[in-house]
């Protein structure tokens, strides 16, 4: 190994282990280059590292999560006995660190509480008069704390006075104010010596009892705020350095605009638990007092009803507060530390936040093996990124060493970022692997972790070297925010928390260094091709501007990313003290395919009406964010922002955004967590939505996948009609079925495929009505699934067919009828038998929709029904076009030969129409209704539209194959027709006899009805009364449908019309006759 540089970037980031296996029951010593170790040992969950380097509280805590783990924290018994193993081992006999259990990331454990009644002070809203006087001595302090319990009055929104110091010789000279903000938050301000502090401190106007302590010292004019147990609020007093006066009165809820009246600004709400001490409290104090815990420090004033006087109007009332149990057990936060050698009960105790002790960092097994293995193969195969660093390396000075304190100035971050980033751009075309990735990951931890000790170098160096600084830390967090890595994020996804990790190095980073960066100028801007950074600054006594910052443009889009702070609020910092601005906001453009896709974000729907179901929550939009800075401190303020939505619209499905944020604090172990609270939306507009956030924080737009369904309403109709409607068209289907066999329709492979195409078809319909009820049984929803698959495919397969019968009989006719047909019958349901079975077997479970008996639409599956009937459809339209074609040109050439006038135009026309009727009709009807049946979940307009041509088919069917259908007419006029003639039978005997005799004929009726078939030529009516019957065999009745020829006599005075037809199967031939001497006609059974 070669370079300093190369060994503090992958021993110090990666933190070298021995190469042994670690042993699950007892730790490993692992020392560093510098004598310093970590004993890191192993249990069933979790894997525990003793750093044993004093560091600060915040700086362990620091350490621990750049090395992607945490401060350990003793939420369980297990976790202590593991803990103090540990320290056994070692034989450390200092106490070490540990981080408070309410705040550890997967555990969320609940805070014990205990009930605590107080006696408190009621001051109503009837009155602006009500006050309590402490009836004390106060002597001159040069220090002073005051806690109080309040419960602000929510409907009361002026500026009011919780309490109020004056002295004889000066009115105004301890006091603590509020007033309620636009966001309905309480905020607090200080008056000290008379100077009015700016209003900062706050808590939320909700009602509910808020812990408040204030605190003062002379010597070091330091004041601070703090609400709940959490410093809110600090900074230096007033430029007179004095004690405060002695001999003042202290008032509850009004101001002295005199020496104990002139009461204004009243407060209204409750106030108890008041105690006063003349010494500054420290944070460790107030956060035991805040949990209802008492402390040994002496008091000047302690809460006591009998030592306040009161108002009339002030009432004495009971209150039941909620307090956290003693902080021995479970304190809401600060600084424990765990003594380890006592071979009593682990001994937990409070330390101050600034000394220097050792800690334990604490991660899962898995995570800690993954490194493990990652720095072994890093250490064994180099990679082009790390080679190319020790090359770099070798030229550089010695920056880096092995201190777990990390980076000792930001000279040396400024090498190491400078040096990564050229090392990045030399091996662009290799990229980075997951190791590297790591490796800079902890980098941008370890720079923006920068202690506020190291900060003095940032103010005593050149603007332009901070500025080269940041700019290399933007472009070494570009690369790792590639889009291009989105694949390496996922491989190490079981070590890093995630992207969110950088947005955290970047917004520390920039908010630490934002005073040095804006030194020299009030703008900076930082763009890369996937971040963009801009810091303002202005002075608030000036004419403010309106600050509103955008991401890049794009070709795709017309809007675009925006943030802004509204107006009103910058307003109200300037009105609340504040001197200066800064405005850090920041764009990230490529970290949505970084988040890994299929893990949903677990989020109520926000659609419950049942008209959509709800299938998940995703990423949908950049990331914005904007960190505001009041005289060099974060202020939380409300936003405006308004976000583009990136996602591929879908037609089968509908995106709800949703405004939300990046909380860090909700899961800290995982990095935190998606968070609503606070943020609405706006306006929703197609391609982006605005929101309102009442926080500052880093912004995106939650989209809630829905897949379109329907309502209740829609259901119930839908299934009615479909009832209906299948009905209509089944009852069609049956009524041409009972046509074909009933009328004696003569057989041909013409009948035979409509007879087919028929039964699958009436089938499907029989099967899509039963499929409502089928839906409530999964194995009977599938059956279901499978044969409309099969009958529908058979339908269309058949009428495939049909294009193939009209294409043999006009173009093509070299094939025999009886080849035809079997070929046919493996057309029609050979195909649809094979495709079936093959979806069913490749699809497995994905094969039916997960709503309703029919093909899935989310997979593959549904163009085993759509594919094959494109390409029927296709086929046929092909034969349509080239069967007018051969029919129009035949046409053509006969009516030249025979007859070239105009009718012959019409007999074509006729003849063309006749031909390609059927197939015309029915390839738009089943075409258009499948078309619609495949496409009927994206809408409900769709599915009526479906259920109405369904209804049609079967009706359609019935027009084109029976009612117009010249073969079915045919049979029903020969029924007709041989009603007539057994008829007439009835009446008169037909007498047989051969051509050379003669006999008269009586006739039970002097005229009959001529035939009325076309394809029968009459004549004109003679008035002769005689009449001829005439027996004939001819033997072409059992070939042909129909003969017609005529018999004349020599003398030719009379003609005899015959017309013979071939009758049902189970009947004889008939010959039908008529004499130009009679109208009367007669039948001869051959």
């Not at 209906?724 to 009524?735: A, E, Q, T, Y």
């Not at 065999?1033 to 009379?1054: D, H, I, P, Y």
């Amino acid at each position: 190994m070669t370079g300093s540089l190369f060994k503090g970037l992958i021993f110090f980031f990666l933190e070298v282990v021995s190469d042994g296996e670690l042993i699950h029951a007892g730790p490993e010593r692992v020392e560093d280059l510098h004598g310093q170790y970590k004993l890191v040992h192993l249990t069933s969950q979790w894997a525990l590292q003793l750093v044993n380097d004093s560091l600060p509280f915040s700086r362990a805590d620091s350490f621990c999560r750049g090395q992607f783990s945490s401060l350990i924290t003793l939420d369980c018994a297990k976790e202590q006995e593991e803990a103090l193993e540990l320290l056994r081992q070692s034989g450390l006999r200092s106490p070490v660190w540990f981080r408070n259990p309410s705040r550890a990331a997967s555990n969320s454990v609940a805070l014990s509480r205990q009930y605590l009644q107080f006696s408190a002070l009621n001051f109503p809203k009837e009155s602006y008069e009500g006050f309590a006087l402490v009836n004390m001595s106060f002597p001159a302090l040069s220090s002073v704390s005051v806690c109080v319990r309040v419960q602000w009055d929510p409907k009361w929104n002026e500026v009011s006075t919780i309490f109020s110091y004056a002295a004889p010789v000066f009115t105004n000279e301890f006091q603590l104010r509020g007033q309620v903000d636009m966001q309905g938050r309480i905020l607090l301000a200080l008056i000290i010596h008379g100077k009015h502090l700016p209003y900062k401190a706050s808590f939320s106007n909700d009602g509910a009892w808020h812990h408040i302590c204030v605190t003062w010292h002379r010597n070091s004019n330091h004041w601070a705020i703090y609400v709940d147990g959490n410093r809110s609020d600090m900074g230096l007093g007033t430029d007179i350095h004095r004690d405060i006066y002695g001999d003042g009165i202290l008032i509850l809820g009004q101001d002295q605009d005199s020496f104990g009246g002139d009461f204004t600004e009243p407060f209204f709400g409750n106030i108890t638990d008041l105690n006063v001490w003349n010494m500054s409290l420290e944070t460790r104090h107030v956060h035991a007092l805040n949990s209802c815990s008492s402390i040994t420090l002496e008091k000047l004033f302690t809460w006591n009803l009998e030592l306040i006087s009161s108002h009339t109007m002030v009432k004495e009332v009971q209150a039941l507060l909620f307090c956290p149990a003693a902080y021995q057990q479970m304190e809401l936060q600060g600084c424990r530390t765990l003594q380890g050698w006592s071979d009593q009960l682990p001994t937990l105790s409070l330390t101050d936040c600034s000394d220097r002790l050792p800690f334990i960092c604490r991660s899962s097994r898995e995570r800690f093996l993954r490194m493990k293995e990652m720095r072994e193969s890093q250490s064994s195969h180099p990679t082009a990124f790390m080679h190319q660093l020790m090359k770099l390396s070798n030229k550089s000075q010695p920056v880096l060493g092995q201190q777990p304190s990390g980076l000792n100035s930001l000279a040396q971050a400024s090498v190491l970022l400078n040096v990564s980033l050229q090392a990045l751009e030399e091996t662009q075309q290799e990229g980075l692997e997951p190791s590297d990735m790591v490796s800079l990951i902890q980098l941008l931890s370890l720079t923006s972790d920068i202690p506020s000790e190291l900060l003095a170098y940032a103010e005593n160096s050149s603007h332009d070297n901070i500025q080269e600084l940041s700019q290399h830390f933007i472009s070494v967090a570009n690369s790792i925010i590639s889009e291009e890595n989105t694949l390496k994020w996922q491989a190490i996804k079981e070590v890093v928390n995630g992207p969110m990790d950088v947005v955290k190095s970047i917004d520390q980073m920039v908010t630490h260094l934002s005073p040095c960066l804006t030194a020299e100028t009030d703008h900076l801007t930082i763009h890369r091709p996937n971040i963009k950074l801009e810091v303002h600054h202005q002075k608030l006594e000036e004419r403010f501007k309106i600050l509103n910052f955008c991401g890049p443009r794009t070709e795709k889009h017309t809007s675009l990313d925006c943030i802004s702070v509204p107006h009103q609020k910058i307003q109200d910092l300037h009105n609340n003290g504040f001197y200066k601005l800064t405005l850090v906001n920041t764009w990230y453009g490529s970290l949505q395919p970084l988040f890994n896709a299929e893990e949903n974000i677990t989020m109520e729907p926000t659609v419950t009406d049942g008209s959509q179901r709800y299938l998940g929550t995703i990423l949908g939009s950049s990331i914005i964010s904007t960190t505001v800075l009041g005289d060099n401190q974060p202020v939380s303020m409300a936003v405006h922002f308004q976000l583009l939505h990136r996602v591929q619209q879908s037609v089968d499905t509908v995106y709800n955004p949703v405004c939300a944020f990046w909380d860090f604090n909700l899961n800290p172990e995982a990095g935190g967590w998606w968070n609503t609270k606070g943020c609405e939306i706006v306006s929703k507009h197609y391609e982006h939505t605005v929101c309102y956030c009442n926080h500052t924080t880093n912004f995106a737009l939650l989209l809630q996948v829905y897949e379109a369904q329907r309502s209740t309403e829609n259901e119930k109709a839908l299934q009615v009609l479909t009832l209906i409607g299948c009905g209509v068209s089944l009852c069609g289907l049956l009524f041409t079925f009972i046509l074909f066999v009933a009328v004696g329709v003569p057989k041909s492979d013409r009948t035979t495929v409509h007879k087919n195409l028929i039964i699958a078809l009436g089938l499907a319909e029989l099967l899509l009505i039963c499929s409502d009820w089928a839906s409530e049984n999964e194995a009977a929803c599938y059956l279901v699934t499978v044969l409309l698959h099969l009958f529908f495919m058979a339908s269309f397969s058949w009428m495939l067919v049909e294009g193939l019968l009209l294409w043999s009989k006009v173009v093509s006719v070299n094939i025999s009828e009886d080849r035809r047909m079997k070929l046919y019958y493996i057309i029609g349901w050979g195909p649809p038998v094979l495709i079936v079975g093959l979806t069913l077997a490749i699809s497995g479970n994905k094969y039916k929709s997960e709503a309703h008996c029919w093909l899935s639409v989310k997979t593959d599956t549904i163009w085993a029904f759509v594919g094959p009937v494109i390409f029927i459809l296709a086929v046929n339209t092909v034969v349509l076009c080239r069967v007018v074609m051969v029919t129009v040109s035949s046409a053509h050439r006969r009516a030249k030969m025979l007859s070239p006038s105009s009718a012959s135009k019409m007999q074509t026309f006729d003849l063309t129409w006749a031909v390609t009727r059927p197939v015309l009709i029915l390839l738009p009807v089943l075409g258009l209704t499948w078309l619609c049946g495949v496409l009927v979940h994206l809408s409900v307009v769709v599915a009526y539209v479906f259920i109405i041509l369904n209804s049609f088919q079967g009706l359609y069917i019935f027009l084109v194959y029976a009612v117009y259908n010249s073969e079915v007419r045919n049979a029903l006029k020969r029924i007709k027709e041989k009603r007539k003639a057994l008829s007439f039978t009835n009446c008169s005997q037909p007498t047989s006899f051969l051509p050379s005799q003669r006999a008269p004929i009586t006739s039970c009726s002097h005229s009959l009805p001529a035939l009325s078939s076309p394809e029968i030529s009459e004549t004109s009516g003679l008035t002769s009364s005689t009449s001829t019957s005439l027996v004939i065999k001819n033997e072409s009745f059992r070939r042909e449908s129909f003969v017609s020829f005529s018999l004349k006599q020599a003398s030719g005075n009379q003609v005899v019309q015959l017309t013979g037809f071939k009758p049902s199967v189970d009947s004889s031939p008939s010959i039908f006759f008529k004499s130009q001497h009679s109208p009367v006609a007669s039948a001869i059974y051959v």
